[in-house]
C-alpha cells in the first residue's frame, strides 16, 4: 500500500513538472513567433469558457430597461393616486360649498323677512347706506368659506309670458344676440307660446320639433319655468345660461343669459327699476339708451324710493309710452342666485331659487323653484 501511493505522488509530480516545461518551451516559442502567427494561434484557442466583454453590457441594458418599465409603471400608479386623490378632495370641498350655499339661502330669506316686517319709517332711520338687499348684492363667510348672491325682485324681469314681440326682440338684441339668431329666437318663442300651429318666418312649430332627436312637439301654450326656453329652437345653453366673452381691452368677460332677464313669477307688466338689469331697461318701449344708462348707474348706488327720482336730472325725457312700464315698489317675489365655496378650494357651487315673502305668520315665505345644477360659466372668468 505505501509503495502504491508513493508511486501515484511521483506520477503527479512527474506530469507537474512535464507541464512547467511545455508551459515555459511555449513562452520561449512565442516571443521568437511574428505577431501573425501569434493571432493565429489565439484565435484558434477556444473561447466557450472565456465569456466576450459585449455579453456583460447586454445584460445592463436589458436591467436599465427593466427598470426603466418599472418606473414608468410606478409613475403610473402615482398619477393615478394623485387624481384619485385630487378628486375626493373637490367632491368633499364642493360638498361643503353646497351647504355653505344653503346656509347663505336662509340667511338671506331670514334678513328680508325681517326687512318687511319692520316699519318703513324705522328702516329709513336706520339705513345710513344703502342695505346690500336692496342693491341685490350679498356677500359673506359662513363655515371657512365664503359666498356671494345676485338678489333680484322678479318684477325687475321681463314677463315671458306677457311680453310683446318687438319687446322679446329688444331684449334679445340688447344681450348681445345679433341677426338672424335674435330672429329665429324672438319669432320660436313666440309660436312656443301661443295656441295656433302656424309658424312665423323664423319659428317654430311641430313640423320642426318632430325632425330632432328626440322628437318633441311645440308647447303652444302658458310657458311654466324658464328652462322651457331650452326646447325652443335657437336658444342654446350659451344664450340661455350666459357666456364669456373677449373685452376691447382684452380680458375675459361674463355676459348673462335670457335666464336672467325673463320670468314666468312676476304678477305684474311693470319694470322695477331697483334690481331692473341694463337689458331690459333697454327693452322697454320708447326708453332712450341714454337714459336706460343714467337709471342703470344710480340704482347701483342707492335705490330710488319713488318714480320722481327716477325721473330727476336724466339726460333724455322719458315719455308716456314708456313711463307706464316704470315701478320702484317690490313684490316680495326674490330670485336668488348664489356662488358658494370653500377658502382651501376654486371649485363653486351655484344654486338657483325662486323665494316669495307671503308675509304672514303661519308661512313667512315659500320657494317656487329650486335648481342646484346652475352651469357655474362665470367661473371660468374669475
Known amino acids: 500500500m505505501t509503495v502504491s501511493r508513493q508511486s501515484a505522488v511521483g506520477s503527479r509530480q512527474c506530469e507537474v513538472g512535464m507541464r512547467n516545461t511545455r508551459i515555459k518551451r511555449c513562452a520561449f516559442t512565442m516571443r521568437k513567433t511574428s505577431n501573425h502567427q501569434l493571432m493565429t494561434i489565439y484565435n484558434a484557442l477556444p473561447t466557450a469558457h472565456c465569456p466576450l466583454p459585449t455579453e456583460a453590457g447586454v445584460i445592463l441594458i436589458a436591467l436599465l430597461w427593466i427598470l426603466t418599465a418599472l418606473s414608468i409603471i410606478s409613475l403610473s400608479f402615482s398619477k393615478e393616486s394623485f387624481v384619485e386623490v385630487a378628486s375626493a378632495r373637490n367632491t368633499q370641498s364642493l360638498e361643503e360649498a353646497y351647504f355653505i350655499a344653503r346656509a347663505a339661502i336662509a340667511e338671506t330669506v331670514y334678513r328680508l323677512v325681517q326687512k318687511r316686517l319692520t316699519p318703513q319709517l324705522q328702516q329709513v332711520e336706520l339705513q345710513d347706506v344703502p342695505d346690500p338687499l336692496d342693491l341685490g348684492r350679498v356677500t359673506g363667510t359662513f ?178 309710452t314708456t313711463l307706464p312700464y316704470l315701478a320702484t315698489d317690490p313684490t316680495y317675489i326674490y330670485t336668488f342666485t348664489v356662488w358658494a365655496k370653500t377658502e382651501k378650494s376654486k371649485a363653486r357651487r351655484v344654486i338657483r331659487t325662486v323665494i316669495t315673502l307671503d308675509g304672514n305668520e303661519r308661512n313667512y315665505y315659500r320657494a317656487l323653484y329650486w335648481n342646484e345644477n346652475v352651469p357655474d360659466y362665470e367661473g371660468s372668468t374669475s
Do not use: C
Open 143 to 320: 363655515g371657512g368659506g365664503s359666498y356671494r348672491m345676485d338678489i333680484q325682485d322678479e318684477s325687475g324681469k321681463i314677463n315671458l309670458n306677457a311680453a310683446t314681440e318687438e319687446q322679446l326682440r329688444a331684449l334679445v338684441e340688447a344681450i348681445g344676440i345679433g341677426r338672424p339668431d335674435s330672429d329665429i329666437i324672438t319669432d320660436s318663442i313666440m309660436d312656443w307660446r301661443d295656441t295656433d300651429p302656424a309658424h312665423r318666418l323664423n319659428g317654430a312649430e311641430d313640423d320642426y320639433y318632430q325632425t330632432l332627436n328626440p322628437p318633441y312637439k311645440a308647447k303652444n301654450g302658458r310657458i311654466d319655468a324658464i328652462e322651457e326656453l331650452l326646447l325652443v329652437r335657437g336658444v342654446t345653453p350659451e344664450y340661455f345660461y350666459g357666456r364669456p366673452e373677449r373685452a376691447p381691452d382684452g380680458t375675459i368677460i361674463y355676459k348673462y343669459g335670457l335666464s336672467r332677464y325673463l320670468t314666468v313669477y312676476s304678477i305684474r307688466s311693470q319694470i322695477n327699476v331697483n334690481f331692473v338689469p341694463l337689458p331690459v331697461l333697454l327693452s322697454i318701449p320708447g326708453m332712450p339708451p341714454q337714459a336706460a344708462q343714467a337709471i342703470f348707474e344710480k340704482r347701483q348706488v342707492k335705490p330710488f324710493k319713488n318714480l320722481g327720482e327716477v325721473t330727476r336730472d336724466l339726460p333724455a325725457t322719458l315719455g308716456a
